[in-house]
């Protein structure tokens, strides 16, 4: 998906690219985020996610490459306040309580939101008194997402937010996300939860290998796979014989179940009840996000091999 | 931003942290006490003793105070707290200002309760002495903090416990602290009047307005700091360079 945004609006990143000894962690990397955007960086361990959100954030710098953040270089916008984040890791400095914690950090923003908002949203207010080494792994996760909060920037950056936090934590998470994000402010989180972006985000931005595989809303990306899986009992054909149909990319079999992953599931069904009169409990479902997300990275592989050659 | 706010947040980390109080504070009072009320009446090198080992727990302490800013930077570098405060708009210059302000603070704190420990002793000094001690501690100190800057980020985590210990045990030992005088004339002498712990120490003496500190103390405070600040100047961009 081509964002088009007027000049010094949103977030621009054009060619950016970084790599780390042989590995090209980033490569040539170019996305605009409008403002008001909730963006997902989703890709497995070591698609480049970490790298470009701090080269987004001034942390890293890149090799090749811009990042304009509302129409400034990422120092300037960090130091006029413009950004808030949650790194992937990070502990939380000791001897301070919870509440004191974040009202440090609120001090040095030019327009925090007030502690017991940001402490309420984030749900640490419950124990806002305990002393930052006091508290469990989902805690410290929420402490840190209150921190990101209270800053009440423009721009939220959080690298795997969920990490380490329960099930139930997780949405309150969200839901906190989605009221900052109803303000009007620019969310980019990062993920491996395929569920996560494609519940949470107005926009996928696919990573693989360093490269942006796919850009859009989740319902595009899912349609970038044309395939689908046909489901149906068959007691007596052979494996091979079902991989051969016209069609069909694979089969696999689980007793008398057969599933075929097709290219093109009405000419495969076709064939399927053609040879097999007897198949029943006939099921045909679109692929998944999961099967989206491995296809799609398969391309890349695919492409990679091109470059070798 | 509010900087006193934040300020306050950093002082108040740092005085909760009781494992440095305890080198920096405690170790060397309660030495002092311990030591100064038996040999109250001694008189050492020309000065009575209770003011010549003021001074010199005085230098253990607020070595220990600011050279322990070294394990708090590392700490926080260590933990990815300078990377969390480094996408904030606190600027890096405000954060390390704020570390030397926090470690003269702590130091401040000793020197005040040596000075009452010290006083409960008989030392009696004019207020001109007392701010003569004063001045020239927080003068020498300077090659210290800058130390402990340039410590906090060559240094990991674990490793700045020990090396605090180490340093301030060894500057002390070498600079005169614990009263025996490694070496009376010769070049191990030269080397030991090169170090910022021996013109702590001697700084005892200048308060009872025998003598100035002689210029040779000026120059070895001046050159340890002017030798230091350039280094901790590199490691410190080296870690915090922003893009």
Redesign the interface.
Known sequence: MATTLAPGAGIVLSRLSKSYGGVRAVRSVDLAIAPGETVALLGPNGAGKTTTIE?V??????DAGTVSLFGM???EA????A???M?Q????????SVR??V????????RPLPVEQAMRLAGVTEFAGRRTNKLSGGQTQRV?FA?ALV?NSDLL?LDEPTAAVDVEGRREFWASIRAVAAEGKTVIFATHYLEEADAYADRIVLMARGRIVADGPATEIKAKVSGRTIRATIPDAGLAQLAALPGVTSAERHGEAAILTCAHSDLALRAMLGRYPEARDIEVVGAGIEEAFVALTADDNDEELEEVR | MSYPVYLRYEVLRSFRNWRFLILALIFPLVLYILIGSVNRHVTFEDVAFPVYFMTAMATLGTMAAVISGSAIIAAERASGWTRQMRITPLPVRTYFRTKVIVAYLRALLTLVLLALAGTALGVRLPAEGWLTVLGLFLVGLIPFAVLGILLGHLIGADAAAPAVGGIVTLFALLGGVYGFEVATSGPVLAVIKALPSYWLVQAGKTALGGHDWPVEGWIVVAAWTVVLVPLAVRVYRRDTSRV
């Open positions: 080269m954030l001034g942390l890293t710098r890149p270089p990422p120092s960090v130091a006029a306040g950004v808030g984040g790194l890791t990070g502990a939380l400095v000791e001897y301070l004191e914690l009202t440090m950090v609120a001090s040095v923003y030019p840190r921190i800053a950056m």
